[in-house]
């Protein structure tokens, strides 16, 4: 039987992706804020490229960082946010409260981290 150990330098890689959780975090609110006010599907889904593209940073690096439950969290929360921008530019956007609430249920679950 193989044990693998962990790479050198991954803590240290670990504690600074842990340290700019927060504020990446803030990012995905802030850009849900944002779009909570948006006035058409198109604005909203501008709106909404911030947490798309954070969520999909988080998903990347949280599992090599052994942080596989967030990464599968921000991963799943990111398609969400993906599918409804699609909606959003194809004119049919689906209910914006369920896109919220999956946004919120990752920043509540992922500050807990």
Do not use: W
């Amino acid at each position: 039987m193989t044990v693998l150990t962990e790479i050198p330098g991954l803590s240290r890689v670990r504690e600074h992706f842990l340290d700019l959780l927060p504020e990446r975090l803030e990012t995905i609110a802030m850009s849900l804020q944002a779009a909570s006010h948006g006035v058409d599907p198109a604005q909203i889904a501008a709106l909404l490229e911030p947490a798309d593209i954070t969520l999909h940073r988080i998903a990347g690096a949280a599992g090599s960082l052994k942080l596989g439950d967030l990464g599968a969290h921000a991963r799943r929360t990111e398609l969400e946010v993906a599918a409804y921008r699609f909606a959003c530019r194809e004119s049919d956007p689906s209910d914006f409260n369920r896109v919220a609430a999956e946004i919120e249920d990752f920043v509540a679950a992922a500050s807990a981290v």
